[in-house]
């Protein structure tokens, strides 16, 4: 299992977020569509019908970001109140039809401001048609199921981002 970006990939799965576990909610990239997890969310928004799909309220680290972290982090662990819940984003899925908004947990607390546009925009190319999709899940699942040793370093996760946004725009 690694994170990259707003990605989490376990062996040949990709989540927007952390994968969930149990009832909690989260947000699988299949290659029928995207799936919506956890008690209060299901659903299968099949790719053909997506057109635009985007993740809003994503923290992202800055100095005033990383001191609130902190400081919800001791208040979690001096038993004063706190969360102990990874932050919550909104992946909106938009169709002719409508949009739904789905929630997913976070993999990271914070992220750069880079991963988040470079996630952003591989999220778009995965809209743009079957070919680009095939291309980019096909991609990123091949890195997750020959991964080992967790997460990679800010700068190789940026590369992995930018070289699987470039693959889908390979003939």
Known sequence: MAMVGLFWIAEGDVYVGAKPTGPAP??????????ALGDRQSGLWPW?????????????KTLGHQVGVLVEMALTVGGLGGSDLPPAVTVRVGTAERDAELTAYTAAYG???TELDLSLALLSRL????????????????WGRT???????AAEREELLREWTEASRLP
């Open 26 to 35: 989260g947000v699988r990239l299949a290659p029928e569509g995207v799936v």
């Open 48 to 60: 053909e019908d997506i057109r635009a799909l985007t993740v809003e309220d994503v923290p992202v």
């Open 111 to 113: 992220y750069s401001r």
């Open 127 to 142: 809209v743009e048609g079957e070919a680009t999709l095939r291309t980019t899940l096909d991609a990123m699942a091949r």
């Open 147 to 153: 991964r080992e040793g967790g997460s990679p370093r």
